[in-house]
């Protein structure tokens, strides 16, 4: 109950979202809609109007092809065809070759399976074997019958693209700006928090457990931001909606996901440092209290430089106060690793856990400083 109860708040939010501004939300109740009317309008056409023999094909098309983007509605588009195109006739022909729909079932399908994993018809192959089967179970099995259903399917595509391409078709520079900023601002956020807990000499398991658990998620977000950036770009491809002052996310995106996978992968290695940490019971596990104290310094002031890393990248001009920032963090950097050299502990453990805690400061520093650089 406590589970359902959360979906139904977060999908109250997200209709909430939708009716309040631009964003993810509207877009997806946008192509929710625009799919229901694609059927609409394939169904009106071929089942109301022409009265089509296998009418239900046109609006199956064309609810599908509403796709994310008007370009992949059209390769999906072509894809999906040809693999209908490909079942239909291989089913046909052995079906009225064999005159018993059983063993042409048995024959038909595995190799309509088969053909589904061709590169080529990439997600589509599966509309291989579904074209062979609207075929198999439906009798009588004619040639006539066979060239409607395709003709139906490409009426059908021809909607669903024609419904993308002509009514809002989808542009999503916004979404890959958000999921960007939401990454750098959960990567700070993290990184504060560590930092404020191996400042207080807070080791606490289930504290360290949930910040493990936050960075882990952090690796999604940047994923999520990754993916988000190629339907971006894939989104102003054919597309009518597109304004000419309107680019495509250019190199400072890309950078931006070079240096946040970064920032997630030293998060999560310092956050499962720490709960390593943490779950040990031996006090001369943990590192001194003043070597935590500097680490945590390193970590506030990485925790900074990514926040600020965040704001340049999209329109804030603070490129000298995230330059000043770096220049701390490795200065910071450079006296944590002195203080380590000149007071090695002798526990083969704890050395390692130092060396860990280092080795992902050095590199995460390292792709800042590179960020940084004019």
Known sequence: MRALRG??????????????????????????????????????????????????????????????????????????LAAIATGTV??????????????????????????GNWQRLGSQGIYAATGALFVLTSSPVTVATSAARMAEALFGAAVGIAVNALIRPPVYLRDSRAALRDAADEAHHILRDV?????????????????????LRLQRLVDQARAALVW???SLRINLRRRPRVTAPGKEYDDAIVVLDHAAVHTAEVTRTVLKVAGDESPQARPHPQLAERYAEFLRRTAEAVRLYGLMRFGHRCERDFQDAVRELRETLDGLRHRLHGSAPEDPDLLATYGTLLAQAHRLSDQLAAAAAP
Do not use: C, N
């Not at 291989?90 to 053909?115: F, G, Q, S, W």
């Not at 404020?196 to 960075?215: F, I, K, N």
């Open 7 to 80: 979906d139904l708040q977060a999908g109250a939010h997200a209709v909430r979202q939708a009716a309040a501004a631009p964003g993810r939300e509207r877009d997806l109740a946008a192509q929710a809609v625009k799919a229901a009317l694609a059927a609409w309008v394939a169904w009106a056409v071929a089942g109301w109007w022409l009265k089509a023999p296998v009418a239900f094909v046109a609006p199956w098309v064309a609810v599908v092809l509403v796709e994310s983007t008007v370009y992949r509605s059209i390769a999906h588009g072509l894809q999906q």
């Open 90 to 115: 291989i089913a046909t022909a052995v079906a009225l070759a064999l005159d018993d729909t059983m063993v042409a079932m048995a024959l038909v399908l595995p190799t309509a399976v088969l053909l």
């Open 195 to 215: 930092a404020r807990a191996l400042a207080g000499s807070r080791w606490d398991t289930e504290e360290a457990a949930a910040r493990h658990e936050r960075a």
């Open 232 to 234: 971006s770009r894939e």
